[in-house]
């Protein structure tokens, strides 16, 4: 390992790092400080958000065929300080005020070269088995994978730029555009940050639902222009409605539920856009093709994102968003497990719960 330089204090040794050790248990281990090599910088980790992916993994132990087959650290969505550099890196120095991009890919691979990284079949994504993540007070990231932030942005506001990212990448694969009707399905975390994204890109009319009144009171904040209970309107119905009989130009799927798709699928207009970025929980769902095809709706899958951490850290920089009022639960790292329960059984009134590895 080669010696860093620019090291404003001298380094801890050992860490605190939340590791989970099955599925549903989560302990506190000390561990050794690591050092970055040449192309790499150290991060004193500020803020994790806690993301769906995570509490899949805390419940189940897997996504698909990611597997939790040793123990690992789970976190993705997150900030930091530059704690220290490697003898190559030039664009980052310790001090600077970062958000991680939390994948990191070969860059010699077809889907790298085209641009499309969020591809590449050998990315090592944060809390990703075998991959270990970020609910750790120090960790290494390739310096091209971690961005710098003004000093007006929050760390909290910078780790929510994962899943805004989400929203930039399904706006742009959707060619989503000013002026045009949008509806959300679902109004997670994810799809709270896609109401962002879209009033970013600009879009008159942003139409969500949900079953819950909290989020969607929240949805109301990030900009959305119509919020339907579905415990209590019929979405299609209202969309209609909005509309003038015409359905909207573009529908995401943020929730990951069958009915929620079907719903986003038939709000279209003829000739309309649907983007799934939600995932169901079984691999196959029944779909209309007949009016996919009568309709000829274009269908865009939505794989976490690329090249969108700049424009998302310029868009929350603004101050067009409101972002801080989605954290609703703070946790030290020492509460990594009660934070993780927060997020799996959702109590009232809970939005983003976010965790605090170096102090709240």
Request: with cysteine; charged share 20%.
């Amino acid at each position: 390992m080669r010696m860093t330089r620019h090291e404003p204090y001298e380094l801890p040794v050992t860490m605190k790092a939340a590791v989970m050790t099955k599925p549903g248990h989560i302990i506190i281990e000390e561990q050794p400080v690591p050092r970055p090599s040449a192309n790499e910088v150290l991060v004193k980790v500020m803020a994790v958000g806690v993301c769906g992916s995570d509490v899949h993994y805390f419940e189940h132990g897997r996504i698909g065929r990611f597997i939790v087959e040793k123990p690992i650290i789970l976190g993705h969505e997150c900030a930091g300080m530059i704690a220290a550099v490697g003898e190559d890196v030039s664009r980052l120095k310790p001090g600077d005020r970062v958000a991680i991009e939390p994948g990191v890919t070969c860059g010699r691979c077809q889907a790298c070269k085209e641009g499309r990284y969020n591809l590449c079949p050998d990315v090592q994504f944060l809390a990703t088995p075998p991959v270990d993540g970020a609910f750790v007070q120090y960790m290494v990231m390739r310096e091209d994978m971690v961005f710098a932030i003004p000093d007006h942005l929050t760390y909290e506001e910078a780790a929510m730029n994962e899943p805004f990212s989400v929203g930039i990448h399904a706006a742009r694969r959707s060619k989503l555009a000013p002026g045009t009707t949008l509806a959300i399905m679902g109004m997670g975390p994810v799809g709270l940050m896609a109401v962002a994204a879209a009033k970013s890109f600009g879009v008159q009319t942003i139409i969500v639902t949900d079953l819950e009144e909290v989020r969607l009171e929240a949805a109301r904040r990030m900009g959305a222009t119509h919020t339907i209970n579905v415990r209590h309107e019929d979405a299609l119905t209202v969309i209609k409605e909005i509309t003038g009989g015409i359905g909207v130009d573009t529908a995401w799927e943020t929730a990951g539920n069958p009915k929620a798709l079907q719903s986003a699928l038939y709000s279209l207009r003829r000739g309309g856009k649907l983007a799934i970025v939600g995932l169901p929980a079984q691999d196959e769902i029944a779909i209309n093709v007949p009016f996919i095809a009568d309709n000829e709706v274009d269908i865009y899958g939505i794989f976490r994102y690329a090249n969108t951490y700049p424009a998302g850290i310029a868009f929350l920089s603004s101050g067009q968003h409101d972002v801080m009022s989605l954290i609703t639960d703070r946790y030290p790292l020492e509460e990594t497990q009660q934070a993780m329960e927060r997020a799996l059984y959702n109590k009232s009134g809970s939005l983003k719960v976010m965790v605090y590895p170096n102090g709240m």
